[in-house]
């Protein structure tokens, strides 16, 4: 009986080795998604190193600059049709007046 206890504890002391590493390994901290950014295709640039490719600017730097760009279109848009007549009419005027 009491080597039955002895080898009973014994498989005891086995069994919860086993899982406690089990455990321990569980409950390790993986870094996961945390390595940091996309690793996958071509590195991002910065838009003044390469300004030619706009596939390899960095998404911020590319959403900057064509916003940028629709607002001088859209403003440049606005000036040509409704600024420039006003200053054709006084050129106009100031003609008319010199002859």
């Known amino acids: 009986m009491a080597l039955w206890t002895r080898e009973a504890a014994l498989n005891l002391t086995?069994?919860?080795?086993?899982r406690s590493s089990i455990?321990?390994?569980?409950l390790l901290?993986?870094?996961g998604l945390a390595s940091g950014g996309d690793h996958h295709g071509?590195?991002?640039?910065?838009?003044?190193k390469d300004p030619t490719?706009?596939?390899?600017?960095?998404?911020?730097?590319?959403v900057v600059l064509s916003l940028s760009g629709w607002g001088l279109l859209f403003y440049g848009g606005y000036k040509l049709f409704t600024g420039g007549?006003?200053?054709?009419?006084k050129e106009e005027q100031e003609?008319?007046?010199s002859q």
């Open 14 to 18: 086995r069994v919860s080795a086993a």
């Open 23 to 26: 455990t321990s390994g569980a």
């Open 29 to 31: 901290q993986r870094r």
């Open 42 to 48: 071509p590195a991002k640039v910065d838009i003044w």
């Open 53 to 62: 490719h706009p596939g390899n600017w960095k998404e911020e730097q590319f």
């Open 85 to 89: 007549k006003k200053a054709d009419k």
């Open 95 to 97: 003609a008319a007046i």
